[in-house]
């Protein structure tokens, strides 16, 4: 027996692109950092909500509700295209990890003024600009599964199973993600002179 307080009761379908549109393609744009991957996405996910309107339980929000399925539309789209990103080459020339630690497994160069309060910094939109652009350039598999991991809060037997990699391969993935995004976030927040 459902308890009235916490039944949410479905808008008109017709009313969702206005209501949740935009929430949903930056949460999409958040994850495949691609303009149009979003659209598409989020397009997929309005089509299986009304297909699926029936099955609404009333258990969530609307909201919650597509944006469930819209997590499961961007992890077909991962699925989809995980053979191009396992196919890609990893770049040789990134810089050794023995470079940033001394022998004694201190770090060479502290980050710089990383003291600061993730929790403030990550409430700042410039901040999440700078972030989503640090994102964005990494190499595309490195991105995907830091997001997955980081942002999503995927397990990492799950990514492996995603990306069909071993657990070594995404701590090895992971790793490199973190170290080319400390030094895209120093670089472009932290030595920012606006800052």
Not at 82 to 94: C, F, P, V, W, Y
Request: with cysteine; proline share 5%; glycine share 2%.
């Amino acid at each position: 027996m459902n308890n009235p307080a916490t039944t949410h009761q479905p808008t008109d379908p017709e009313t969702w692109v206005d209501r949740y549109g935009n929430y949903l393609y930056a949460f999409a744009l958040s994850r495949v950092r691609n303009p149009s991957t979003a659209e598409e996405v989020v397009q997929e996910t309005l089509l299986a909500a009304l297909g699926a309107r029936k099955n609404f339980k009333k258990q969530s929000s609307e909201k919650t509700w597509l944006t469930g399925i819209l997590k499961h539309k961007i992890m077909d789209h991962f699925r989809k295209h995980a053979k191009e990103l396992n196919d890609l080459r990893i770049d040789s020339t990134e810089t050794p990890i023995e470079t940033f630690f001394t022998e004694n497994g201190q770090w060479r160069d502290k980050p710089a003024l990383w003291a600061a309060d993730p929790h403030e910094l990550f409430k700042q939109k410039e901040f999440l600009a700078v972030l989503r652009y640090c994102l964005s350039v990494l190499p595309a598999r490195q991105s995907d599964v830091f997001t997955l991991r980081e942002l999503d809060g995927l397990s990492t037997a799950d990514i492996c199973k995603l990306f069909d990699i071993t657990a070594t391969n995404c701590w090895v993935i992971l790793h490199r993600a973190r170290m080319l995004l400390r030094n895209c976030v120093e670089k472009n927040w932290f030595n920012d002179p606006k800052q």
